[in-house]
């Protein structure tokens, strides 16, 4: 009976030797600390949540069973996006603290994807598209990456999770408005110039200051103590509150191939050249403000701001211009994002 008992506890001891011996092994072979680099590059679908506009689409349909268009039928879909898929490169500089944490700060740049914002398409009855005007947009972006990252400490093959905020530095979101059909645009347009045959602008939307969360799950391959190759699927949760829209371009295209700037315009059909986002204002400061853009207006008459010499200057106010922005409440922007990254890790 001893002598099992003896077999038995030497069996157990070996095991849990072994099994110590493994461990140390583990912690001798695998970095304890030092300055971490990563660098990656990554593919991040949009997740698409948000409402970003509406998509009209008009086919000419035929009730009286004649052969000929009488009537339109149209369906209206709502546009759903985000801006924050795309492309991405970063770099993350950090401390590996012990064989389990470390701290990181990257930056990270996104060269987004292009979404369809808005678009009216006409179709005549066989289906074939006629007329449309359709906005599109990307964003630039740089964002700043503290983050905490708690890693298995296992060789060779090492999960890690980690968890930090998004704090977006730089960037903007450039759209591109294009119609083949400018009445689609405004009805105006072919009053005041009915040989205009397209008509294109475009914009530059830039945010307030905002903050995100990403979390992320990955493993390095550890090549050796200090070089590792890693991959990690990340979730990217931001939103940006617009402070300002520029129309940097609004071109009708004539017939002859001549354009005609028409940014100055755009008031008429209620947007502006350039439009500042507010939590809050009240009518009356809206009120001085634009009485001040038509005083600044009636003390320094603009050619610019006439359509047409002859009829007379269309708009009598700077309201909407960049000296005199328009004022609107904020909108806000979806960036989130779902997606891949790889990249190597060098342990210093
Ligand atoms: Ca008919």
């Known amino acids: 009976m001893n002598w099992k008992k003896c077999i038995w506890t030497l069996f157990v001891l070996s095991l849990s030797t072994w099994g110590s011996f493994q461990v140390q092994a583990q912690e001798e072979s695998t970095s304890e600390s030092g300055v971490i680099v990563r660098i990656g ?34 369906t209206t879909a709502n546009m759903y996006g985000s801006y924050g898929g795309g492309l991405s490169a970063s770099v993350d500089i950090g401390y590996q603290l012990n064989r389990h944490f470390g701290v990181l700060l990257g930056a990270e740049y996104l060269s987004g994807s292009e979404v369809t914002v808005e678009e009216v398409v006409n179709y005549d009855m066989a289906g074939v598209q006629a007329g449309f005007d359709r906005s599109v947009a990307y964003t630039t972006q740089v964002k700043l990456k503290p983050a905490l990252m708690v890693s298995a400490g296992t060789k060779k093959i090492n999960p890690f999770a980690k968890v930090g905020l998004l704090i977006p530095v730089a960037g903007a979101t450039y759209g591109t408005r294009e119609s083949n059909d400018p009445s689609i645009v405004s009805s105006l347009i072919t009053v005041f110039y009915p040989n205009a045959t397209s008509f294109i602008a475009e914009s530059t939307t830039r945010g307030a200051f905002g903050i995100g969360y990403e979390g992320t799950i990955g493993a390095n391959f550890e090549l050796n103590d200090k070089l590792a190759v890693f991959g990690e699927v990340f979730g990217q949760n931001l939103r940006i509150r617009r402070a300002s829209y520029e129309v940097t371009r609004a071109d009708l295209i004539m017939s002859d191939g001549s354009s005609e700037n028409v940014t100055a315009l755009l008031g008429l059909g209620g947007a502006y050249e350039y439009t500042e986002y507010f939590d809050e204002y009240s009518s009356e400061a809206l009120a001085a403000h634009q009485a001040a853009a038509q005083e600044a207006y009636t003390q320094n008459p603009n050619q610019e701001l006439e359509a047409d010499p002859v009829q007379g200057p269309l708009v009598d106010s700077y309201y909407g211009t960049k000296e005199y922005p328009a004022w609107e409440t904020r909108l806000d922007g979806n960036f989130s994002n779902f997606g891949l990254k790889v990249g190597v890790k060098f342990l210093f």
Do not use: F, K, Q, S
């Open 41 to 74: 590059v990554g593919y991040g679908m949009p997740v698409a949540t948000d409402i970003l506009g509406l998509g009209i689409y008009n086919r000419d349909i035929d009730t009286d069973g004649d052969g000929t268009a009488d009537g339109v039928d149209v």
